[in-house]
């Protein structure tokens, strides 16, 4: 038996600083980025020093505090001025993870209940950051227990396919989708997992794959274009991957490359899970096409570590997510338990 609790924990409060695990260097360096300031924080999320959509929310989190300890002023009204413009600075890291943004505005919302003085001030959005991230750690927990409810059952044990990165690496320490595959494993269900390499950034092969490999968890790493072959030759019983954002009808933005691998699924039969807190869930989007899609630097495409592959000259285009339609999707995974997509709005 697996210990269901990882050890990995992306993001650590340390002493007015924060710790992440630099997560560009991996799998070949396990270095920690010290995060002193806002803009360094906001630096490590554009960067992806820290990534994956829960992951963001907790550093956010933390980068509000930085913000706040920053401030030598004595007037509280010019500190949460001060804070609603380290949020917004935040903000503009990255568009689509909806973690980052629902993280900002919990804390501006503690910030302006706060009645006390500014250190208790201080204190109170530590003390609101850490329980942003330890809820993130109970919840992907409950969301690994709800998942064993819906895998399938098949006589023999399971192997899961899934894609981008999804574990301790990509929330505060368990796994959205990677944390229903562990839950899978430590309960003697899992043969093992299929890891989609996730082009351009690699993720799957550069994260998941690790993971797995310290967790013990069997993990066979394939290109992403091999996923149908794999379904076909009845290798997949189930896909689980995580969400970004998904929208009130259940449409979910996730990694680019996880709507052809929810067709595909569709197209073998084989059940397409989405994995997520209900702190990914935008209520105030109606669908998927109003979610904003990220689109990333073409050296992400034309370049593979410092050699260009492309001819000078290409045109490129690198949406960094798609969206995947409710219609394809199974069931979603929250901690409240797993529902048909347009059951969604009940958990509200
Ligand atoms: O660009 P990234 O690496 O931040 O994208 C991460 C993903 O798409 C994950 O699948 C998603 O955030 C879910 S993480 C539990």
Redesign the pocket.
């Known amino acids: 038996m697996t210990s269901l609790s990882s050890s990995i924990y992306p993001v650590v409060w340390d002493d007015c600083k924060v710790r992440l695990i630099d997560q560009t260097r991996l799998p070949n360096q396990y270095n920690f980025v010290e995060v002193g300031t806002v803009e360094e924080m906001a630096f490590a999320i554009k960067s992806?020093i820290v990534?994956?959509?829960?992951?963001?929310g907790v550093a956010a989190a933390y980068g509000m505090v930085l913000g706040a300890m920053a401030y030598k002023g004595d007037s509280k009204a010019e500190l949460l001025e001060k804070l609603e413009l380290v949020g917004a600075t935040l903000k503009q890291t990255?568009p689509t993870?909806v973690n980052l943004f629902w993280a900002i505005d919990k804390m501006l919302k503690t910030a302006g209940e706060n009645t006390g003085d500014l250190s208790a001030l201080r204190s109170q959005l530590l003390s609101a950051a850490k329980n942003i991230q330890e809820d993130d750690l109970n919840t992907c927990k409950a969301i690994g227990q709800h998942g064993l409810s819906v895998l399938p059952d098949v006589p023999e044990k399971l192997t899961i396919l899934t894609?981008?990165?999804?574990?301790s690496l990509?929330?505060a320490g368990y796994?959205?989708?990677?944390g229903v595959i562990r839950s899978a494993f430590s309960a003697g269900r899992l043969a093992g997992v299929y890891a989609d390499e996730t082009r351009p950034?690699l993720?799957g092969a550069k994260l998941t794959a690790w993971e797995c490999v310290q967790e013990g968890i069997p993990v066979t790493v394939i290109t992403d274009s091999m996923a149908a072959h794999c379904m076909q030759k009845n290798l997949i019983h189930a896909v689980i991957?995580?969400?970004?954002r998904i929208t009130a009808n259940g449409d979910t933005a996730?990694?680019i490359g996880?709507y052809s691998l929810a067709v595909v699924s569709k197209m073998h039969n084989v059940p397409f899970f989405v994995?997520?807190p209900l702190s990914?869930v935008d209520f105030s989007l109606d669908t998927g096409a109003d979610i904003p899609i990220?689109e990333r630097d073409s050296a992400e495409i034309y370049q593979v570590g410092d050699t260009r592959i492309c001819a000078e000259g290409a045109n490129f285009y690198n949406p960094?997510?798609d969206v995947t339609p409710a219609s394809l999707i199974t069931a979603i995974i929250t901690e409240k338990g797993a529902v048909k997509p347009l059951e969604l709005k009940n958990l509200k």
């Open positions: 992806m990534r994956g959509a829960p992951a963001i990255r993870a894609h981008c990165n999804t574990g990509a929330t796994g959205t989708a990677l950034r993720q991957v995580g969400a970004d996730n990694k996880t994995a997520a990914t990220e960094a997510f």
